[in-house]
């Protein structure tokens, strides 16, 4: 069941826990970084969430078609 609060909750969680990460490692210089270098990385990123769309749409195709491949042996109609 979806609880929009829970799963926005869960979400900082997450986020707060990366930035820590990052942070850590980093350094936390990315405060003082060039505002270009930082467009340049969120533009890496949105590159990174597309394509790692585009690799799980294929794998959903993939699966989709062996269900449907296993209902048609199992005599499912759906």
Known sequence: MVSLDADFEAFVVQLRQRLDR???????????????ELVGEAMEE???IVGWSFLAWVRLGR???LLAHAERRA????
């Open 22 to 36: 990052g942070a850590r490692e980093y350094g936390n210089t990315s405060f003082e970084r060039p505002v270009a």
């Open 46 to 48: 949105a590159e990174d």
């Open 63 to 65: 699966l989709r078609e």
């Open 75 to 78: 005599g499912g109609d759906a």
